[in-house]
Nanobody, 117 residues
């Protein structure tokens, strides 16, 4: 079992930066791929970025490439999402998730990020 807790969300002006954190716990974290998703009101949840615990291989949605950076601190079992150049359309609840094989099986509670113009 993997438990995930997000933090770091809040209100930020357009063009600003926010760093989200996801504290993970579990005995076999190295087996999982960690991902960030987001969901805006009235919209479906969408993939943002992912990273592997072992090799640190990253993958990004086209909408955030060049602006967002996902990273991890294995010693702290924490995954980060550095969000720069924020836009109002980035406003959403951001979720941390863990995937084993095909599906993201574990999810955090989410943290709200609101970008004002």
């Amino acid at each position: 079992q993997v438990q995930l807790v997000e933090s770091g969300g809040g209100l930020v002006q357009a063009g600003g930066s926010v760093r989200l954190s996801c504290a993970a716990s579990g005995r076999t974290l190295s087996r999982y791929v960690m991902g960030w998703f987001r969901q805006a009101p009235g919209k479906e949840r969408e993939f943002v970025a992912s990273i592997t615990w072992s090799g640190g291989t990253t993958y990004y949605a086209d909408s955030v490439k060049g602006r967002f950076t996902i990273s991890r601190d294995n010693a702290k079992s924490t995954v980060y999402l550095q969000m720069n150049g924020l836009k109002p359309e980035d406003t959403a609840v951001y979720y941390c998730a863990a995937r084993y094989y095909n599906d993201y099986n574990f999810w955090g509670q989410g943290t709200q990020v609101t970008v004002s113009s």
